[in-house]
């Protein structure tokens, strides 16, 4: 038999005005830590006949950054797990990272890099340069996050006409889909095959990035940015190097012995 208590009511007290402004001060903060730290979209998808892993950003909740070099020594991180590394020293965690687009001989981004609003390398408009590799395949890209938080996939000749300042940004090439069409250059049976990466913006705030986990031409990846992730303008980002790491999978893509340092690096840190 469930015994039965008699519940008093507690007398209210009053509690000073600056009181209750501390607690919402504090409930807003963790809400605002809670968001931060949300478990990323990810996962990995069929798609003519290949698995890709993806990762669905949402810049609303989680916050996209750039990587090249450490601040304090200068030297360029040049891989995802000294990234890693350099984020839980400063106790944060790495939950999402991938290589942000191609390089030159240096191990400098090859076009456009913006970090936190500062141009480390300039818009790179040159033709068809064949040292370029396939940043030199037209139309090539920016993908950028503006100050106001919104990211977008544009050609280079199409961000330079906005003229619009940008918190973070990469160039690469070429343009996988300009306004929900494939790049014209592509072929569908092309036997170029490689492990690609890519990245589109298919709402200002919904970032996709994916990666193939086995070789796949240009043709069928650029698809499935359009058909699969619905995307309108999609860019890739480097092909045989690359790799996607995400928190608790691990990494998917180019099998380790082919992976070179980075220069850029995208990722999505939170607090332990």
Excluded at 131 to 156: C, E, K, Q
Aim: proline content about 6%; some cysteine; overall charge positive.
């Amino acid at each position: 038999m469930r015994s039965t208590v008699t519940r008093r009511p507690c007398p209210r007290r009053h509690r000073p005005l600056w009181r209750w402004l501390l607690a919402l001060s504090v409930l807003g903060g963790a809400s605002a830590c809670a968001s931060s730290n949300q478990p990323l979209d990810q996962g990995v998808v069929a798609f003519a006949g290949q698995n890709y892993r993806y990762v669905h950003v949402d810049l609303k909740h989680q916050q996209l950054n750039l990587f090249w070099r450490d601040p304090q020594s200068g030297r360029p991180f040049g891989s995802i797990e000294a990234l890693r590394q350099w984020g839980e020293a400063r106790h944060e965690k790495l939950l999402f990272a991938a290589n942000a687009g191609i390089y030159d001989q240096h191990f400098a981004p090859l076009g456009l890099y913006v970090e936190n609003g500062k141009t480390l390398v300039p818009l790179n408009l040159a033709h068809g340069n064949p040292a370029s590799g396939n940043f030199s395949l037209l139309p090539n890209g920016v993908f950028a996050i503006y100050p106001d938080g919104h990211a977008a996939v544009r050609t280079s000749r199409a961000f330079k006409a906005d003229g619009k300042s940008v918190r973070w940004a990469t160039q690469s090439g070429p343009m996988l889909l300009v306004e929900g069409r494939l790049n014209g250059q592509f072929v569908a049976d092309s036997a170029s095959l490689k492990w690609r990466s890519g990245v589109c913006a298919r709402t200002p705030t919904d970032v996709y990035f994916a990666v193939s986990e086995a070789p796949v031409n240009f043709h069928t990846f650029a698809q499935l940015f359009r058909d699969r992730f619905g995307c309108r303008d999609a860019l890739y980002l480097d092909g045989s190097i690359s790799q996607l790491y995400v928190d608790g999978a691990g990494y998917a893509g180019a099998p380790a012995f082919l992976v070179k340092p980075y220069a850029g690096i995208f990722a999505v840190f939170g607090k332990p």
